[in-house]
């Protein structure tokens, strides 16, 4: 559907970083801690292809951890192209083992692995360690089984533990570094001053990765990238678009037209919402497509989760296309608000250079006829990142730190059939009980909270009568990577309040309950 438009990743003018990836669950915050240093950094797979590693013309190399084992054959191996940049290396665990068994080293599997803190001896001076005197020991964090047994023949010993006699080594003439500890973490306390000291004090790289720099260049590269041509961009009002809609918005105006679809499975006034920030208070040129029929009508009768999922993404698409379409003569690029998560979920994907279209968004079957190449300006960007930046473009804090909204909406969090009825209940409920966590202070306390509708009646008694009715569910949960999660512990007081609340101005709600399972084994969402 579309050329392959790489806006921001072959930057050759700014400092930068390469994060290869072993397949670490570090290796993202190795990445992370290089930006915070404002130094640019870039994860790529162990596997890349040589142009690719060039092209990025890195001041300096970090070899991530990785899960697999440098004595057995067909593990992973640093690429030649890596020691023929002539840049600095830092290997980090796996990287450190690979390291050495490269340069005819030997590494050892260990019975027990070494799991935790450890402290380690400095055993002689080393611009790695610039700060720290020899002699001196460093808390540090450990997670191996293998280590180095034998020193390459080139290398010197810089620091050793109880258990492991090589935790530290250097090469004796070229700028090769490696490291058995984690330096990215933050249990390994001063961990940065080491990852300092590799970037700016071996990499020589300059600290140019600032937000204001950031924000500027990507509105020239929009400009020189889209002239005076338009620009199509899907707006949710999650954090991702808006950002890229407000880039968009600073970098060609009015030749950015956003599509906002209410798909009638929104929070409650989100719309509205959407409409009058972008529209009336920015002035953005914002399209508001009311499919609530659409959506509804296709919904009728379906109960399955994942048929629902399917049938809402389905309908998005064709909502989007045909608005796309009656555009088709006006519209070069189609923006997307893709962030480096969504391209480096695996590693695999982007060695096979992937093009990933935003699944949330499901923007993905416009007509062939229509040649329109991707802008994505926020592909490079970590969430926190895009934040800032959003947060320095004027976006609302509100909006900046909203809980995550799935792309089905209230259709996975309305269990079975969905209809306009239940929708409405549901954003009631859903709207009271987010307004109370932000009056009690709450709502930051918590990652992700809502009401989901469950369609079991349930008995009341209001005035004389008794009375059958639906009943609300309240999640909300505490987690950092929404791959596991715990229930937020709600003071009783303050879930009494809510739950009076609901059942009293709510007339199809009989009775309130509370979630109270963790994820695994229960998910977030209820569907
Ligand atoms: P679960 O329910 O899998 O949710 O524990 C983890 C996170 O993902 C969100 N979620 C979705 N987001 N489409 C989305 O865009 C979906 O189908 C979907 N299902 C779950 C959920 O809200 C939570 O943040």
Redesign the pocket.
């Known amino acids: 559907m579309s050329n392959s438009n790489n806006l921001s990743l072959d930057k050759k003018n700014i400092d930068t970083i390469l994060v290869l990836d072993f397949g670490s669950q570090y290796t993202q915050l190795i990445a992370r801690r290089i930006r915070d240093l404002n130094v640019f950094s870039v994860i790529l797979p162990w596997d890349v292809s040589t142009e690719k590693i060039k092209s990025l013309n890195p001041k300096g190399v970090i070899l991530s951890g990785g899960p697999e084992s440098v004595t057995e054959s067909n593990t992973p191996r640093i690429p030649e192209i890596i020691f023929e940049l002539d840049v600095p290396v830092l290997g980090i665990c796996y990287g450190m083992q690979t390291l050495a068994e490269q340069f005819g080293g030997q590494v050892s599997s260990s019975k027990n692995k070494e799991f935790g803190h450890a402290q380690i001896l400095l055993k002689k001076s080393s611009l790695l360690f610039d700060g720290f005197s020899s002699g001196s020991s460093i808390d540090v964090w450990m997670s191996h089984g293998d280590h180095v047994s034998t020193l390459p023949d080139q290398f010197s010993l810089i620091a050793s533990t109880a258990s492991a006699p090589i935790v530290a080594m250097e090469h004796l003439q070229k700028p090769i570094f490696a490291l058995q500890f984690h330096p990215e973490v933050t249990h390994t306390k001063q961990g940065n001053t080491v990852l300092e000291n590799f970037t700016f004090k071996i990499c020589m790289c300059a600290a140019q990765w600032k937000m204001e720099n950031l924000i500027e260049q990507r509105i020239n590269e929009i400009k020189e990238t889209v002239g005076d041509q338009k620009v199509l961009l899907g707006l949710s009002g999650g954090v991702d678009s808006s950002v890229t809609a407000m880039l968009l918005d600073q970098a060609i105006g009015k030749n950015l037209i956003c599509v906002f679809v209410d798909n009638g499975l929104l929070r409650k006034n989100e719309a509205e919402d959407v409409e009058n920030l972008f529209k009336d208070k920015m002035d953005l040129n914002l399209l508001v497509v009311d499919a609530k029929k659409a959506f509804y009508r296709h919904l009728k009768g379906i109960s399955d989760p994942e048929q629902k999922?399917k049938i809402i993404g389905r309908t998005f698409i064709d909502i989007f296309d045909n608005e796309a379409a009656k555009l088709k003569d006006e519209i070069n690029f189609l923006a997307q608000g893709t962030i480096y998560p969504d391209v480096i979920e695996s590693s695999e994907s982007e060695s096979k250079e992937a093009r990933v279209i935003k699944?949330?968004h499901n923007v993905g079957g416009l007509p062939d006829d229509m040649k329109m190449e991707l802008v994505e300006p926020l592909r490079d960007l970590f969430k926190d990142e895009v934040r800032t930046m959003g947060s320095e473009l004027g976006l609302p804090l509100e909006m900046l730190n909203r809980?995550?909204?799935?792309?089905?909406g209230l259709g996975?969090r309305i269990l079975g059939e969905i209809s306009q009825e239940k929708v409405l209940i549901l954003q009631n409920a859903d709207a009271i009980f987010i307004e109370e966590l932000i009056k009690a202070g709450l709502y930051d306390h918590v990652?992700?909270a809502?009401c989901a509708f469950l369609p079991i009646k349930s008995v009341g008694v209001v005035g004389d009568e008794r009375r059958y009715a639906d009943v609300i569910a309240i999640r909300a949960v505490e987690t950092v990577d929404?791959?596991t999660?715990t229930w937020a512990r709600l003071p009783y007081d303050f879930l009494a309040h809510v739950s009076n609340r609901i059942v009293n101005e709510l007339e199809g709600v009989s009775r309130v309950v509370y979630d109270i399972s963790s994820?695994p084994p229960?998910?977030?969402?209820?569907?």
């Open positions: 999922r699944s949330h809980h995550p909204f799935p792309g089905p996975v990652s992700q809502f929404f791959m999660a994820k229960a998910t977030i969402e209820w569907e």
